[in-house]
């Protein structure tokens, strides 16, 4: 079972699964959040919002409610 990405604590390392509002789906495939991609969550925001993250080679800003909407599993 996934968790949402706005929920991964900073330091972990996840694995999207996939993404589930087609409404920004185009736009986070394009930033490089495909199904099977790692991603790092590299630091939150003191309010939560934004967070940075590692992906595909290069650091990425999501607003929290992007977040929200890709589906990630923990690396083990």
């Known amino acids: 079972m996934g968790i949402k990405l706005s929920e ?5 390392t ?5 993404i589930v509002n087609d409404e920004i789906f185009l736009k986070l495939m394009e930033m ?3 199904p ?3 991603i790092m969550v ?4 003191p309010l939560g919002d934004p967070i940075s ?5 290069y650091h990425l800003s999501l ?3 992007e977040a929200e909407n890709i589906m990630v599993e923990e690396i083990i």
């Open 32 to 34: 490089g959040c495909v």
């Open 42 to 45: 590299d630091q939150i925001a």
């Open 63 to 65: 607003r929290i409610n």
């Open 53 to 57: 993250i590692r992906i595909a080679g």
């Open 14 to 18: 996840v694995v999207v699964t996939s």
């Open 8 to 12: 991964v604590a900073a330091g972990k």
């Open 36 to 38: 099977g991609e790692k």
